[in-house]
T-cell receptor
Framework: AQSVTQLGSHVSVSEGALVLLRCNYS??????LFWYVQYPNQGLQLLLK??????LVKGINGFEAEFKKSETSFHLTKPSAHMSDAAEYFC???????????FGKGNQVVVIP | DVKVTQSSRYLVKRTGEKVFLECVQDMDHENMFWYRQDPGLGLRLIYF???????EKGDIPEGYSVSREKKERFSLILESASTNQTSMYLCATLDRGAGQPQHFGDGTRLSIL
């Protein structure tokens, strides 16, 4: 069964510093991969997705993620954190031919002024 | 844009009550999902539906049932609410096609007293 690991439930980053959120997955074949963001009292919003095109994927709000098959990873980055990036971030994976998503436990990002 | 509407943002019910959570989508998507979200546990799939009157159990179906009589509406039912069902409930939809992302409603925060 597919699974997703996100380490570090809470991540603190200084305003203007690099944001790096790690995601590792287990899947028998290259899956579809997603990053979602959740602002307080809202649902999940898609940041970006990987579906086997370019391995470096650009998303909204200046975020990007790189698919590395050899490392089974899909880490999320943003060069310079902004106060508005404070939110919870979820990595999710689905296997091809399967509509179900498996989610990581999430990273709560705090941006320090 | 896909719109997924959950009927209540906040709901307070009593132990033993039968509780209905409603989700409506406006994009004719075949697949609909119900998740619960708890701190530190991420999102866990309760039930999903891939067509009208069709349903499948997710990872944590105990204590829940669902109904999908029309394509646009997917209801989650707590047959006899218990305090351990206090949680945030999220509905999502998914269009057909490889690598499509799920689209989420804003969630219902349910408290069982």
């Amino acid at each position: 069964a597919q699974s997703v690991t996100q380490l570090g439930s809470h991540v603190s980053v200084s305003e203007g510093a690099l944001v790096l959120l790690r995601c590792n997955y287990s899947s028998s074949v290259p899956p579809y991969l997603f990053w979602y963001v959740q602002y307080p009292n809202q649902g999940l919003q898609l940041l970006l997705k990987y579906t086997s095109a370019a391995t470096l994927v650009k998303g909204i709000n200046g975020f990007e993620a790189e698919f590395k098959k050899s490392e089974t990873s899909f880490h999320l980055t943003k060069p310079s954190a902004h106060m508005s990036d404070a939110a919870e971030y979820f990595c999710a994976v689905s296997e091809r031919g399967n509509n179900r998503l498996a989610f990581g436990k999430g990273n709560q990002v705090v941006v320090i002024p | 844009d896909v719109k997924v509407t959950q009927s209540s943002r906040y709901l307070v019910k009593r132990t033993g009550e039968k509780v209905f959570l409603e989700c409506v989508q406006d994009m004719d998507h075949e697949n609909m999902f119900w998740y619960r979200q708890d701190p530190g546990l991420g999102l866990r799939l309760i039930y999903f539906s891939y067509d009208v009157k069709m349903k499948e159990k997710g990872d944590i179906p105990e204590g829940y049932s669902v109904s999908r009589e029309k394509k646009e509406r997917f209801s989650l039912i707590l047959e006899s609410a218990s305090t351990n069902q206090t949680s945030m409930y999220l509905c999502a939809t998914l269009d057909r096609g490889a690598g499509q992302p799920q689209h989420f409603g804003d969630g219902t925060r349910l408290s069982i007293l």
